[in-house]
T-cell receptor, first 111, second 114 residues
């Protein structure tokens, strides 16, 4: 079992819809969770981070964390073609400074 | 503020040559991370440093790879000798010395070994 799992996609949504991206992780003691966006040929860019159970909102983005079920999700409201990218989930396992990255979900927002 | 700075942006070299990738972390950041990204394996952590000291190098694929951080503002990743399977994008990232703080990535070095 991979430590951080994401559906590779592509996930296609129409412009203006809500895109829902999911990630599960295996280390139950993980404390910190991050979402990065990566455009083709570019470096990962931090979108959101979340530490506590529940929802965290930032503009059109909402991160959701459920530690009991070991999943973290990212919702993108009012999706735009410019949101088309690969979204990487990263988890900080307990007792370390490193991240474990998922392989990413490719999102396509259709105009 | 300047972000993480990597050089070169692109490197094309022949198999067997030595390759040196360079990274300057964000000022004030004392954790530095080297990653490799390929289509097949995604983003893999190679090694990370805290306060210039290597903490975990378990991701370094083999002895041909080495990394140093002689001071707080500079790190190198060296491959000697290079092989075609080392072709990838290599990213450097930095963060503050708190495990829950986000890592910030450089623009990467696209390495091609012929």
């Amino acid at each position: 079992q991979k430590e951080v799992e994401q559906n590779s996609g592509p996930l296609s949504v129409p412009e203006g819809a809500i895109a829902s991206l999911n990630c599960t992780y295996s280390d139950r003691g993980s404390q910190s969770f991050f979402w990065y966006r990566q455009y083709s040929g570019k470096s990962p860019e931090l979108i959101m981070f979340i530490y506590s159970n529940g929802d965290k909102e930032d503009g059109r983005f909402t991160a959701q964390l459920n530690k009991a079920s070991q999943y973290v999700s990212l919702l993108i409201r009012d999706s735009q073609p410019s949101d088309s990218a690969t979204y990487l989930c990263a988890v900080n396992p307990s007792g370390t400074y490193k991240y474990i990255f998922g392989t990413g979900t490719r999102l396509k927002v259709l105009a | 503020d300047a972000g993480v700075i990597q050089s070169p942006r692109h490197e094309v070299t022949e198999m067997g040559q030595e390759v040196t990738l360079r990274c300057k972390p964000i000022s004030g950041h004392n954790s530095l991370f080297w990653y490799r990204q390929t289509m097949m394996r995604g983003l893999e952590l190679l090694i990370y440093f805290n306060n210039n000291v290597p903490i975990d190098d378990s991701g370094m694929p083999e002895d041909r790879f080495s990394a140093k951080m002689p001071n707080a503002s500079f790190s190198t990743l060296k491959i000697q000798p290079s092989e075609p399977r080392d072709s990838a994008v290599y990213f450097c990232a930095s963060s503050t010395l708190q495990g829950d703080q986000p890592q910030h990535f450089g623009d990467g070095t696209r390495l091609s070994i012929l």
